[in-house]
């Protein structure tokens, strides 16, 4: 169809669907840019747009709080009995062979921008640890890396982005030479996007060519997966289960046989870890059971009331917070995508750069419209079985989210120094410490030298003696 033909078509769907602003620019646009619009136009669907509009945009749905509503239930991070400890035991020999067998991939969600933490570029760019300035992408790197050379065994990782950092994410991997890894498993992909409203439910354009867009939150992986060709790479290789985590999170334990494994053994299709939460406020996602469903309620979702609940020994009732990690079977993202399947969608009131009316550059200081996301627990329902593996946050949870204060970066790197300062001591090697108890050295241990806190026992000769101020690196 001709230009002109194309656009007599989505001028008389735009007016059906209240959008027509959307064109006000067309005479000023070059051919090129006319075909671009248009092309963008052609992609949106108008009947979910409608919906979002009244449902979302104009106001906002609350979350599921209602029917049967109650706290989900976790495996413990130790056994607690004789019976468990076969399990776990058993548990931990099946994620090893799974792994071996390559029948694990890594998924990092990195779509996001490090806004928050000031940083300019992709998040996983940020250089976190404390004496080698390591990125949080190279960690990760040499986790993988150092799993990949335990297990005698390929781990191919795939990395979601978003348009936003997509190139940007590429130039980083291509210009470290993939920190080491195999170019050939590692799968850059990106996500979708979500056109953003005003408050009066009118998408917004970025510029007269362009209609302002954002990715569309980090439930678009289960369809990114499918589209980008992700899932098809990895059932080339024979990958069953996705190790998901979040690009925050240095001290993630990617691919964790035990909770491989236990997800395996239950026959689950997708599995969270959770922690103890530090408080009734922490800003995590609560696990509940929602008619009977394991469900994750964000923290801006749950009352008040329900949040500050205690059980009679003075314990949280919802005491389950996620740290955004997940097992997710490749069949399940399969199914969900032949399915058709949809995610609710989440409002967030944001401040969007557009152009006016006018066409005139608007950079609010004051949020003016709504972006809309999916979240990737919003599939936990949607599985047959859903396990909760219940981990120390000591071990494995240092979300680096703003540059100072609570879940900076700087309590990152204390938390990163404090696990090699578990790991030493539990075995046996003496950690200078200060008169009130705190961490007298910065210690640095490369994935490469220890990957669990048994790892350190066996290289005991290599630890030389650290004295108070001491600067440590192992590698
Ligand atoms: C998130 C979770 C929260 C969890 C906490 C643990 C949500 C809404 N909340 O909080 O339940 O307890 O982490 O630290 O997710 N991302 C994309 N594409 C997107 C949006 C995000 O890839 O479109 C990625 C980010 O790069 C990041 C992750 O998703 O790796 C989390 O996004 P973020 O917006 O930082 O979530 P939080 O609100 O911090």
Redesign the pocket.
């Known amino acids: 169809m001709g230009t002109q033909k194309t656009f007599e078509k989505i001028k008389n769907l735009l007016k059906k669907h209240h959008q027509e602003h959307l064109l006000t620019f067309w005479a000023e646009l070059n051919t090129a840019q006319k075909r671009n619009l248009l092309a963008q136009i052609e992609e949106l669907d108008f009947a979910k747009i409608d919906y979002w509009v009244a449902n979302f945009v104009k106001k906002s749905i609350s979350a599921k709080i209602a029917g049967d509503f109650a706290p989900a239930r976790s495996y413990s991070p130790h056994p607690a009995n004789a019976e468990q400890q076969r399990k776990y035991d058993k548990a931990i020999e099946l994620g090893k062979e799974l792994i071996r067998e390559i029948k694990v991939a890594g998924l990092v969600?990195?779509?996001?921008q490090g806004t928050r933490l000031g940083f300019d570029g992709p998040?996983g760019n940020f250089p976190i640890s404390f004496v080698k300035n390591k990125t949080l992408f190279q960690i990760f790197a040499e986790t993988i890396a150092a799993v990949s050379r335990k297990y005698q065994a390929v781990c191919p990782w795939y990395i979601?982005t978003?348009p936003l950092n997509y190139a940007e994410t590429l130039e980083i991997f291509s210009s470290n030479s993939y920190y080491g890894l195999d170019k050939k498993d590692v799968f850059i992909f990106e996500?979708g996007t979500l056109p953003n409203f005003s408050f009066d439910g009118k998408i917004l354009l970025a510029d007269k060519a362009h209609i302002a867009c954002s990715?569309?939150?980090?439930g678009?992986t289960l369809k990114a997966l499918y589209q980008s060709g992700a899932l098809e790479d990895m059932k080339k290789r024979g990958v069953e289960f996705i190790s998901y985590w979040?690009?925050?999170?240095p001290l993630v334990n990617i691919f964790d046989p035990l909770f491989i494994g236990l997800h395996a053994l239950d026959g689950a299709e997708m599995s969270s870890k959770a922690l103890i939460k530090s408080g009734p406020y922490e800003k995590?996602?609560n696990f509940c059971l929602v008619d009977g469903k394991i469900t994750?309620i964000?923290y801006s979702d749950l009352p008040d009331e329900l949040a500050e609940r205690r059980n009679p020994d003075g314990s949280l009732v919802f005491r389950l917070?996620?740290?955004?990690i997940h097992i997710i079977n490749l069949s399940f993202v399969e199914r969900l995508n032949a399915e058709g399947f949809s995610l609710p969608l989440h409002r967030a009131i944001k401040k969007i750069t557009h152009i006016n009316k006018q066409g005139k550059p608007v950079e609010p200081t004051v949020p003016n419209g709504i972006k809309l996301?999916t979240?990737v627990?919003d599939a936990l329902p949607l599985a047959s079985k859903s396990i909760i593996l219940q981990t120390m946050r000591t071990e494995e949870f240092a979300?680096v989210?703003n540059l100072f204060g609570t879940d900076s970066a700087e309590t990152a790197r204390q938390l990163m120094i404090q696990r090699a300062a578990n790991w030493f001591e539990s075995a046996g090697v003496t950690v200078p410490k200060k008169p009130d108890g705190s961490i007298d050295c910065l210690i640095e241990i490369a994935p490469g030298f220890a990957l669990e806190k048994g790892d350190i026992k066996e290289k005991l000769n290599q630890i030389p003696e650290i004295k108070p101020k001491d600067k440590l690196y192992l590698a």
């Open positions: 969600v990195a779509g996001g998040k979601m978003s996500q990715p569309d939150g980090h678009g979040q690009v925050d999170n995590v996602g994750v964000e917070g996620s740290i955004a996301e979240f627990f979300p989210k």
